[in-house]
C-alpha cells in the first residue's frame, strides 16, 4: 500500500515562494505516475502537474506553467512542487497523488489511485 503525506505548505504574500514536499514509501517495484492537485474551498480538485517516476517527462495545468515545477528525488522517494510568483488564486488545498501507471496528458484526479492528506497553502495579496 504506496503512503504520501505532504509537507512544506503555509502562508506567504503574492509574489513569494514555497516548496512542497511529498513523501512516498510502500512502493512496489514499479513505475508510477506522481502529481499535484489542489482544492479550493467550494471548487473541484485541479490537477496541477504530473511526472513519471525515473523520466523527466512533466505536465502541467496551463494556470501554473511558467512558474511551478515539480520534480522527483527517487533515492528519497520524495516528490516536490516548486512554486513561485504565487498568486492568490492558488490559495487551495495541496494534494499528492500516485498513480500505478504511466501518466496520461490529461491531470484528472480519478487517474490517481494513491493520495495524501493534504497541505494548505495560503496565498495574501
Known amino acids: 500500500q504506496v503512503q504520501l503525506v505532504e509537507s512544506g505548505g503555509g502562508s506567504v504574500q503574492a509574489g513569494g515562494s514555497l516548496r512542497l514536499s511529498c513523501a512516498a514509501s510502500g512502493y512496489t517495484n514499479r513505475r508510477y505516475c506522481m502529481g499535484w492537485f489542489r482544492q479550493a474551498p467550494g471548487k473541484e480538485r485541479e490537477g496541477v502537474a504530473n511526472i513519471y517516476t525515473g523520466f523527466s517527462n512533466t505536465i502541467y495545468a496551463d494556470s501554473v506553467k511558467g512558474r511551478f515545477t515539480i520534480s522527483q528525488d527517487n533515492a528519497k522517494n520524495t516528490l516536490y512542487l516548486e512554486m513561485n510568483s504565487l498568486k492568490p488564486e492558488d490559495t487551495a488545498m495541496y494534494y499528492c497523488?500516485?498513480?500505478?501507471?504511466?501518466?496520461?496528458?490529461?491531470?484528472?484526479?480519478?487517474?490517481?489511485?494513491?493520495w495524501g492528506q493534504g497541505t494548505q497553502v495560503t496565498v495574501s495579496s
Open positions: 497523488a500516485a498513480r500505478a501507471s504511466y501518466c496520461r496528458a490529461a491531470l484528472l484526479a480519478t487517474d490517481f489511485d494513491y
